[in-house]
């Protein structure tokens, strides 16, 4: 499917630990994601990108999924069983929402799926209607839009990595839609818990999220792993 990336500006928020280390933790995040160009939100901000530090990751989940019917929407059973039970340090989930092309919200009205409304002004996708002001056959009515990511990282599963590190893994996966992979990239921050893995974010991991942000999001899913692929493999290449 197409990606999906921040579209709204970023606030983001570490809960659990002292103001001090929430503070270095939540910089190192900003910077990481201003050389990507994610848009951030102004000062006193809503928290859309939280960072929580538990002893218990697992616990934290079940909590989140018994209280919230949306939270896991956009995972598999498979995955959501990995957040409830696995015993990987860190763990993410976000929340997608479809908009526009011009990445316009949905009106929220309750129409059947996939009604054509007015022919090139809006479409209605999964009963909500959304706006399109720039319809075109080289590219999609609709882009996927991260509205909420939640990263949390166990303690006691941590210990003995450094926080700058745990904060660098924190930014990739909060910032981009990844999933989790029993055998993630060597050259990745994603390898920080492998043995010899790096201990930040690594050029891979940077050209990977600078790629992401400039890719077009009104683009199907073949046409934009190409422009990726592309971005990655010659990043000094410009997309189209």
Not at 190 to 216: C, E, M, N, Q, V
Request: with cysteine; charged share 25%.
């Amino acid at each position: 499917q197409p990606v999906a990336r921040w579209v709204d500006p970023v606030c983001v928020r570490t809960i659990g630990v002292p103001d001090e280390v929430a503070s270095r933790v939540e910089h190192r995040v900003r910077e990481i994601a201003k050389a990507a160009r994610v848009r951030l939100a102004k000062p006193r901000c809503t928290p859309n990108l939280t960072i929580a530090f538990t002893d218990s990751a697992g616990k934290v989940a079940r909590w989140v999924g018994q209280r919230s019917q949306t939270a896991f929407e956009n995972i598999t059973h498979a995955e959501r069983e990995q957040l409830y039970r696995g015993a990987a340090p860190i763990r993410w989930w976000h929340t997608v929402e479809m908009r526009s092309s011009d990445g316009m919200r949905s009106m929220g009205n309750d129409v059947p799926p996939a009604a054509r409304l007015d022919g090139i002004g809006s479409v209605a996708l999964g009963g909500q209607v959304i706006q399109q002001y720039r319809p075109s056959f080289l590219r999609t009515q609709v882009v996927r839009a991260l509205t909420s990511a939640s990263v949390v990282i166990d303690v006691k599963l941590a210990q003995g990595k450094l926080l700058d590190s745990v904060a660098d893994y924190a930014a990739l996966v909060g910032l981009a839609e990844i999933r989790p992979a029993d055998s993630p990239p060597a050259a990745s921050i994603l390898s920080l818990f492998s043995d010899r893995g790096p201990a930040a974010l690594t050029a891979l991991d940077s050209i990977f999220l600078r790629t992401l942000y400039r890719l077009p999001l009104d683009r199907t899913a073949l046409a934009q792993r190409g422009l990726l692929v592309r971005g990655l493999t010659n990043p000094a290449a410009k997309d189209d």
